[in-house]
Each structure stands twice: as C-alpha cells, then as structure tokens.
C-alpha cells in the first residue's frame, strides 16, 4: 500500500485537558483542542477565522467554540458561523479541523487535517 503520508500523533495528555480551551501543535500547526458539552473533543487551527483572535482564550459553548474576538462560533467540524441575538446562524465558511481519538490516556490526531464540510466553504 502506497504511503499517504498520513500519521497519526498524540498531541495532548487527556488529563491536561479541562473544562478551558487548551493549545497544542498537529506537526508545525498550532490547534486548539477543547471538549464540548457532549463529551466530545474538538481541534481546530488555533487562529479564528475571522480576525486571527487566539481561540485558546475561546469559550465553550454547547457544541462550539465561541470566539471571544466577535462571538464567532466553530463546530468540532470545522464549521464557523455567527449566530445573532435572536438565534440566527451566517455562515461564514469553515476553518481547518483535525479529527480526534482518546487512547492509551492520550488524544490523537491524524496529521492532515479534514478541510471538507458539505456546503461550506473552505478556509485554510
Ligand atoms: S476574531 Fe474571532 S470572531 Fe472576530
């Protein structure tokens, strides 16, 4: 089988990662990892989309990440949307985002990140 280049690496102690947004690096890429309300685990390029705003600093919010920078919101897909007072959703497109495995007391990640989101455009 031919070699895709593809690996896949630990990128955080499981035990390092609380209720706060923590940073890591997926081979030179800076991410952010934080866990959502349902107990999954999201990565997601650790600059916002948006204006560059460090999403370390970012807030939990249910199943995103909530950007402090303007209250931009990215899913653990990558999808990124703005969502108004009254509860309506723009889409702004989608961030780069890596997928994630918990083993061994450990989150992993394959190397290259997932970029397709159905119906979204792709921002790298
Ligand atoms: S910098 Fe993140 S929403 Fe503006």
């Known amino acids: ?5 593809v690996t896949e690496v630990a990128i955080l102690d499981l035990a390092d990662l609380g209720p706060t947004p923590v940073g890591a690096r997926v081979d030179d890429v800076e991410v952010v990892v934080w866990r959502t309300a349902d107990g999954s685990i999201g990565i997601v390029a650790r600059q916002c989309p948006h204006l560059d705003w460090d999403l370390v600093e970012g807030v939990p919010d249910g ?7 303007h209250g931009w919101s990215i899913d653990a897909d990558g999808r ?5 007072e009254f509860g309506r959703e723009d ?3 989608c961030t780069q985002h890596w997928s994630s495995t918990v083993r061994d007391g450990k989150i992993w990640t394959r190397s290259e990140p997932r970029r397709e989101v159905p119906g979204g455009e792709t921002r790298t």
């Open 80 to 84: 990124v949307y703005k969502r108004n």
């Open 1 to 5: 089988m031919p070699d895709s280049g």
């Open 91 to 93: 889409d702004k497109g």
């Open 63 to 69: 199943s995103t990440l909530r950007c402090p920078g």
